[in-house]
């Protein structure tokens, strides 16, 4: 339970963002367009906003209590999903962002209506909004939950209706006070995030009898070496269930493989994410937003890794009974409790602050995404199902309505995930199945002028098959990445295949392509220089 210093910390933290948000609404409220006020915050976003929205719109419980599971599990080496990721926000700044605003494409089905036709539009926004909510929304309200109960002592329940409750008060504000309030968000769960490791690592510390916590750190080194690689062979590591940690992160495929396809995917073709920049004023504005956000990347593992891994030796050393006990259910390990068990072993007062950051992280995550998903059925399913006589009033009014039911729907459904281990690969997984035909649409669709609209219609169908048929047949014994990389192959064959035998003749130049996709200022260039300094020397530290 939380003590009386801890409860006014976290009370502190509701007030200012609340506060805050409520300013930025009055202050920046617009006489302008309401759809693209509402869910775009069109040109009123900053760069940094930019880039601490994408950030705290990412990072989430299945970050924090997910990614430190994964961490306890897996080691070092899931962080690539940190790294690798500062890399594809370079690329999307580069390539992805100025087809995106060169085009005017404020929605990502609306890219897919525009380059091919109604028919693939419209199917991507469905899968889209059932994935989102179905396994993103649920699966955040889940690990949220599992984190207050933990700490708090709140059933599961009822902290996954107060975290929905929350999100849904900062999401009705339309995305303005979504950007703005993640800004305070984001340095909340870093100065949260930071101390949690701190702590973690001075508790290691002393089962040696030491007192600092870079001491934490070398023992974490020596006592636990197999975590700290970046690099997993077969056999080289075996988690807490029993199985090979190579069939999560498959060595080469992290580095040359099936990552990229989810990288590219979720930084460059998801709404969620690519919303935040869609809005800016201008090119650079957009750009420098996400470079801030692959810098900020750099240190996420420090925040959402690290302690997973402190939290496996704390359970292997043994010393601690209660948090040892307390990561079993029954007999099996629970990867997904470490987190909040280190939460819960906090001394009072850093406990509220980083309960309040844990907080922060999940609901600023929620708004984002129900507000994306809002922005999907109003924009891209409503309005062309209705055209274009509907009115701006009708479609913000629309958009609340779908954020209130889409928040009921994954607080209903957060419960019945309660059988999982490791929530940040339960994602990655069934989020895998549309995501090798996303990004093959979208290059298609981008870099060719023959690609048909029954080709991407094609590759929007047969990714989903060919994700159930591998996964279930002749690749179910194969890591989820590796299937992911030849569902990609299989699909942009599928459209190319498709392409060919239909309509020869058929060219679609309506999408302009950018030709000078590289230029960028000298500043974007050197940044981008130092962020790929930083993860090549890790990775050849970290082998």
Same mark, same amino acid.
């Given at each position: 339970?939380?003590?009386?210093?801890?409860?006014?910390?976290?009370?502190?933290?509701?007030?200012?963002?609340?506060?805050?948000?409520?300013?930025?609404?009055?202050?920046?409220?617009?006489?302008?367009?309401?759809?693209?006020?509402?869910?775009?915050?069109?040109?009123?976003?900053?760069?940094?906003?930019?880039?601490?929205?994408?950030?705290?719109? $990412?990072?989430?419980?299945?970050?924090?209590?997910?990614?430190?599971?994964?961490?306890?599990?897996?080691?070092?080496?899931?962080?690539?999903?940190?790294?690798?990721?500062?890399?594809?926000?370079?690329?999307?700044?580069?390539?992805?962002?100025?087809?995106?605003?060169?085009?005017?494409?404020?929605?990502?089905?609306?890219?897919?209506?525009?380059?091919?036709?109604?028919?693939?539009?419209?199917?991507?926004?469905?899968?889209?909004?059932?994935?989102?909510?179905?396994?993103?929304?649920?699966?955040?309200?889940?690990?949220?939950?599992?984190?207050?109960?933990?700490?708090?002592?709140?059933?599961?329940?009822?902290?996954?209706?107060?975290?929905?409750?929350?999100?849904?008060?900062?999401?009705?504000?339309?995305?303005?006070?979504?950007?703005?309030?993640?800004?305070?968000?984001?340095?909340?769960?870093?100065?949260?995030?930071?101390?949690?490791?701190?702590?973690?690592?001075?508790?290691?510390?002393?089962?040696?009898?030491?007192?600092?916590?870079?001491?934490?750190?070398?023992?974490?080194?020596?006592?636990?070496?197999?975590?700290?690689?970046?690099?997993?062979?077969?056999?080289?590591?075996?988690?807490?269930?029993?199985?090979?940690?190579?069939?999560?992160?498959?060595?080469?495929?992290?580095?040359?493989?099936?990552?990229?396809?989810?990288?590219?995917?979720?930084?460059?073709?998801?709404?969620?994410?690519?919303?935040?920049?869609?809005?800016? @004023?201008?090119?650079?504005?957009?750009?420098?937003?996400?470079?801030?956000?692959?810098?900020?990347?750099?240190?996420?593992?420090?925040?959402?890794?690290?302690?997973?891994?402190?939290?496996?030796?704390?359970? @292997?050393?043994?010393?601690?009974?209660?948090?040892?006990?307390?990561?079993?259910?029954?007999?099996?390990?629970?990867?997904?409790?470490?987190?909040?068990?280190?939460?819960?072993?906090?001394?009072?007062?850093?406990?509220?602050?980083?309960?309040?950051?844990?907080?922060?992280?999940?609901?600023?995550?929620?708004?984002?995404?129900?507000?994306?998903?809002?922005?999907?059925?109003?924009?891209?399913?409503?309005?062309?199902?209705?055209?274009?006589?509907?009115?701006?009033?009708?479609?913000?009014?629309?958009? @609340?309505?779908?954020?209130?039911?889409?928040?009921?729907?994954?607080?209903?459904?957060?419960?019945?995930?309660?059988?999982?281990?490791?929530?940040?690969?339960?994602?990655?997984?069934?989020?895998?199945?549309?995501?090798?035909?996303?990004?093959?649409?979208?290059?298609?669709?981008?870099?060719?002028?023959?690609?048909?609209?029954?080709?991407?219609?094609?590759?929007?169908?047969?990714?989903?098959?060919?994700?159930?048929?591998?996964?279930?047949?002749?690749?179910?014994?194969?890591?989820?990445?590796?299937?992911?990389?030849?569902?990609?192959?299989?699909?942009?064959?599928?459209?190319?295949?498709?392409?060919?035998?239909?309509?020869?003749?058929?060219?679609?130049?309506?999408?302009?392509? $950018?030709?000078?996709?590289?230029?960028?200022?000298?500043?974007?260039?050197?940044?981008?220089?130092?962020?790929?300094?930083?993860?090549?020397?890790?990775?050849?530290?970290?082998?």
């Amino acid at each position: 339970m939380l003590a009386w210093i801890d409860q006014i910390i976290y009370l502190l933290y509701f007030i200012v963002v609340g506060g805050y948000g409520y300013y930025i609404y009055r202050r920046k409220h617009s006489s302008g367009s309401l759809t693209h006020d509402y869910f775009l915050a069109e040109g009123s976003l900053s760069w940094w906003a930019i880039g601490a929205s994408i950030i705290a719109s $990412n990072i989430s419980a299945e970050q924090f209590i997910g990614m430190s599971g994964s961490g306890f599990a897996l080691g070092l080496a899931i962080a690539s999903y940190e790294w690798m990721a500062a890399i594809g926000l370079i690329i999307v700044a580069v390539v992805f962002l100025p087809i995106y605003l060169k085009n005017k494409i404020f929605t990502m089905p609306g890219f897919l209506r525009k380059r091919f036709d109604p028919r693939v539009s419209m199917v991507m926004a469905v899968f889209w909004v059932l994935v989102y909510v179905f396994v993103n929304l649920t699966s955040i309200l889940y690990l949220g939950g599992l984190a207050i109960q933990s700490i708090a002592g709140i059933p599961m329940v009822l902290a996954v209706w107060l975290l929905a409750a929350l999100a849904l008060i900062i999401a009705l504000g339309g995305m303005k006070v979504i950007g703005y309030t993640d800004v305070i968000q984001v340095v909340l769960l870093i100065i949260g995030g930071l101390t949690t490791t701190y702590i973690a690592l001075d508790l290691v510390a002393h089962t040696k009898g030491m007192g600092h916590w870079l001491d934490g750190l070398l023992i974490l080194k020596t006592e636990v070496p197999q975590h700290f690689h970046l690099f997993i062979e077969k056999g080289q590591l075996i988690k807490p269930d029993g199985t090979d940690a190579y069939m999560d992160l498959p060595g080469w495929s992290v580095l040359l493989g099936g990552m990229w396809v989810i990288n590219l995917s979720y930084w460059g073709c998801n709404q969620y994410i690519t919303q935040r920049a869609l809005g800016a @004023k201008n090119l650079k504005t957009a750009q420098n937003g996400m470079l801030f956000a692959a810098v900020m990347k750099l240190f996420m593992p420090l925040i959402v890794v690290l302690p997973g891994i402190a939290a496996y030796y704390l359970y @292997k050393e043994g010393s601690n009974l209660s948090f040892a006990q307390g990561m079993l259910e029954g007999s099996t390990v629970k990867p997904d409790k470490a987190y909040p068990l280190l939460l819960s072993i906090l001394p009072t007062g850093f406990k509220g602050l980083a309960f309040a950051a844990l907080t922060a992280a999940i609901v600023a995550s929620l708004a984002g995404k129900v507000n994306s998903i809002a922005t999907i059925v109003s924009l891209d399913i409503y309005k062309n199902i209705k055209g274009d006589a509907v009115s701006d009033t009708a479609l913000v009014k629309l958009g @609340k309505v779908t954020v209130l039911i889409a928040l009921v729907i994954g607080a209903s459904l957060a419960p019945l995930l309660q059988h999982l281990d490791q929530g940040f690969q339960f994602i990655q997984e069934f989020t895998g199945f549309i995501t090798p035909g996303v990004l093959a649409i979208f290059l298609m669709g981008i870099f060719t002028t023959w690609t048909t609209p029954n080709a991407a219609f094609a590759g929007a169908i047969s990714t989903f098959a060919y994700s159930l048929l591998f996964k279930n047949f002749w690749l179910d014994q194969s890591p989820f990445m590796n299937r992911i990389l030849v569902v990609f192959i299989c699909t942009v064959a599928t459209m190319v295949l498709v392409s060919l035998l239909g309509n020869r003749n058929y060219r679609n130049d309506t999408v302009i392509v $950018n030709r000078n996709l590289f230029v960028t200022s000298s500043g974007f260039k050197l940044v981008s220089l130092f962020i790929l300094g930083i993860l090549v020397a890790l990775y050849v530290f970290l082998w």
